[in-house]
């Protein structure tokens, strides 16, 4: 770990976890916790060290960097191209779980990820936006709220299904 000039190495180690505890779970997807996302974060920070030149404070070199960084991953991991669509987001797990949208929708993967996901984003009521965007990148809410969420989207999905 290469540690920039007029700091020592338990300042750079706090430095580091106050960009990584800051940034980090706004970053949590998918199969990833927010404890493997820290942990990556840490190696990337320490990765970084050896490009910080002192021009600007420590923190924020981090910060770019690592928020570059997790955008990079999420970009490379969490989406899709094909030759009909140029760039798709893959079907989140959390939602798209068999348990919560069952069969009976026959619905196939690409209807599920333009139609379905655009009337609930369209139909979702404003004060459930914040936990649906949460649970589309797996960050924990209560479940009392996901409650809350699920049966507003069950409700917006059986009105497409009637529809149909």
């Known amino acids: ?8 190495q338990d300042e750079v180690v706090k430095t580091i976890e106050a960009v990584i505890n800051k940034i980090a779970p706004k970053y949590t997807f998918k199969d990833y916790d927010l404890e493997d ?17 002192g021009k600007r404070p420590l923190e924020n070199f981090l910060s770019v960097h690592l ?3 997790l955008k990079n991953f999420i970009r490379d991991n969490h ?8 760039k798709k987001v893959k079907t989140p797990q959390y939602i798209m779980d068999d348990n919560f ?3 009976e929708y026959n619905l196939d993967e690409e209807v599920i990820n ?6 609930i984003d ?9 936990d649906y965007l949460k649970t ?11 409650e809350k969420l699920f049966d507003a989207i069950k409700r917006i999905l059986d009105d497409e299904n009637e529809a149909r």
């Open 1 to 8: 770990m290469k540690i920039p000039k007029n700091m020592k």
């Open 37 to 53: 996302i820290k942990q990556e974060s840490f190696i990337i920070c320490i990765d970084a060290l050896n490009r910080y030149d």
């Open 67 to 69: 928020s570059n960084r």
């Open 79 to 86: 989406y899709v191209k094909d030759n009909i669509h140029k």
């Open 101 to 103: 949208i069952n069969t």
């Open 114 to 119: 333009k139609e379905i996901f655009d009337k």
């Open 122 to 130: 369209k139909e979702l009521p404003a004060n459930l936006r914040e």
């Open 136 to 146: 589309l990148n797996n960050i924990s809410i209560t479940k009392q709220r996901r």
